[in-house]
């Protein structure tokens, strides 16, 4: 039982800290319309500038933080850049990025793979001693405090004149483009902040785990979006848009609880991204398959009305 709750502990805590990350997903997935897939390696690139300026740099573990942060806006601007100026589609200027990034992350981490924390103090090590907390448990409390912070800001900057005209965009680039707004702008912007965002969520998820890895952000554009879809399903009803950011965040708890109660009843690890890519799809389609199912009923009963 003991083993069952620090697994839990441990999902939650990794669940809210990779929400910050699919609140950036949410960002360009569903506000922007944008399949955005330079998210893979800004999380790893967020990671390892975390690690690096950690370990090696000797940096504070919060200013690394947004040095990460920093590093996962800069990745955003540059596939925002090649989608609006250069008018690379954006499914395809996300994969020229993301694969740029690996060697850009393998450079940063000095050609090393992996870079470990277990002897470097980090903010959640911090304040697991300071609090005489677990790892989990400063990680859930780190996570909640950022998660609102973020919450907060993205509900007040979309609020802006800036951000409804993101927003418009996503639901309408045509007629925002004949009010007069730079779409090019709205877009670059919704780029850079998502991957900022992700950035950050990479660099706590590597402070929590005591390690920054090249790798790390493989698939998190699938969780993202298995997150959203699982969010959506449990509180898609409610509209206020600070729900719909809040929904995520849940959904992406809920999504590694399940993960964890999954691999404590024996599923293989490695078949984890492939329950991802199966929750996603099913998620994705039920609804359309639902919707047309509705649709031809309706016009069936409406000729058998007619006859």
Known sequence: MNGLLASLQGAVAQGILWGIMVLGVYITFRLMDIADL????????????????????QVNPVIALFAAMAAGLVAG?????????FEIPA?????LTQISLW?????????????????TETLISGLSDALGLTQAQASMIVGIIVAIIVI???????????????????????????????TKMTKLLSLTLSNGLVGLSGALVCQSQKYGDVGSGTGAIVIGLAAIVIG???????????????????????????RA????????????????????????CIPVAVSKYRLKKEYSEGGEEEC
């Open 103 to 119: 060697s850009i992350n393998l450079r940063i981490m000095g050609g090393k793979s992996n870079l470990p924390l277990l002897k």
């Open 91 to 95: 499914i395809l200027a996300g994969i």
């Open 38 to 57: 330079t998210v893979d390696g800004s999380f790893a690139l967020g990671a390892c500038v975390c690690a690096v300026l950690v370990v090696n740099k």
């Open 77 to 85: 601007a540059v596939t925002g850049l090649l989608h609006t100026i």
């Open 152 to 182: 907060v800001f993205l509900y007040w900057f979309f609020g802006t004149e800036i951000g409804s005209a993101m927003r418009a965009t996503g639901n309408n680039e045509d007629m925002v483009r004949a009010l007069g707004v730079n």
């Open 261 to 284: 109660l999954v691999l404590r009843m024996g599923m293989n690890a490695n078949d984890m991204k492939l329950l991802s890519a199966i929750i996603v799809a099913l998620a994705l």
């Open 232 to 258: 959506e399903v449990l509180m898609g009803r409610l509209t206020p848009f600070y729900w719909k950011l809040t929904s995520v965040v849940a959904g992406s708890v809920i999504y590694f609880v399940i």
